[in-house]
């Protein structure tokens, strides 16, 4: 039987960069993974490297975010290198629009709290700053303001994938898709992990990282982490000449011109991924408000996905008590996590620090919570 340093459950964007940073530490990785059936987030998912709104009820998440923002121009080179071209990572600031008075009194006391809570770098624009920013850009006359961090930025999630995928092999690592994992037990010297199809392999650490699936899989190695789908919608246009250089809040162009649009919020605990005619209406008006020459762009694809969300939206990392060695990571900003991820995250799992890196992000908090709106 196969014996592995580290198995990842899951061969998303959460799991792939935990196994790409593990291996790079020289541990034997293997990624086990479910087969095309899947459900990805990390193949649906906007793109954004986002900390303007992240962690705005939980202080911890948002330094984390920032710790990985700050790691993301290192990880954009390497995955660069390994997907075999540029992930497209733009930090050239973000921006969430404000369409009326409400809107903008709404985001003002947004950006105030954030201040309270240390985060410096959000501040809000009015219309003529904003023109100012992007001179040129065909912003709507409903446009009255945007709040703005010059550290948010973007990347093309798919390639972002491609090359940590590209990366956990170039280290030696093995990504095992195909049959879905079915079974943890202890073992000699770690844990024996039993697959859909029969095969079997054995790991001395195991990291539960499997998006909307993760509740279940958790349960074996002793850990509550609940974890409900929420959907989101997608939209993207046909190729465009450059007509909004930086990103925002549910409508981006992304470096090969297309323009993604987003994104609903579907919290009604179904795991199917339908797109729906209202929902996709509503994204493109709001869109058209922000950028009336959309007018004229053809939409070449709608798409939805599910996004892995946590009682309170943020992280979950944990240890579990009851089977050492056994972690479990989930979240649903994974894109903009992925450095964090990659790096410090990967090196605990190898250290069993987990929990001094990441002690408030502990699933423990979860008990007796009920869902709160995502951050
Ligand atoms: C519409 C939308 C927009 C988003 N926008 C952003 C954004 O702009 N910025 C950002 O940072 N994040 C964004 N996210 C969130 C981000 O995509 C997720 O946080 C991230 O993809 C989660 O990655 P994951 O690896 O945990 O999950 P997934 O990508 O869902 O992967 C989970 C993996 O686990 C595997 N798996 C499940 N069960 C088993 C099993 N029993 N055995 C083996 N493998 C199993 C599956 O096959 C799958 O490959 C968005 C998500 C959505 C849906």
Redesign the pocket.
Known sequence: MERYDVAI????????AIGYGCAGHGARVAV???GDV?????????????GQSKGDNMPAYAAWTRRSIALWPDLAERVSVLAGRDVQYRQVGGLTFCLDEQELVARRDFVHRRHNQGHASVRMLDRRELEELMPGCPLGPDVSGASYDPNDGHVD?LTLLRGLHAGLRAAGGAHLPGA???AIEPAAGGYRLRRADGSELLAARVVV?????TTP?AAMIGLDVPVRPV????IVTERLAPILPKPASAIRQTGDGTVQI??TNEDDGSFETPTTTAALAGMAARALRVLPPLAQARMVRSW?????MTPDGCPAYAESATHPGCFVA????????AAVHAGPLAEAVLSGAVAEIAAELHPSRFVGMTHVQAH
């Open positions: 459950i899951g061969g998303g964007m959460v799991g792939t086990l993974d479910e899947a459900l990805r987030a990390s193949r649906g998912n906007f793109g954004l490297v986002w999630p879905p994992l079915d990282a499997a998006g909307v699936a899989i959907r989101g919608q997608n987003g994104v939805a996905a599910l996004r892995p989930v979240c649903h900003s994974g894109v903009t996590l």
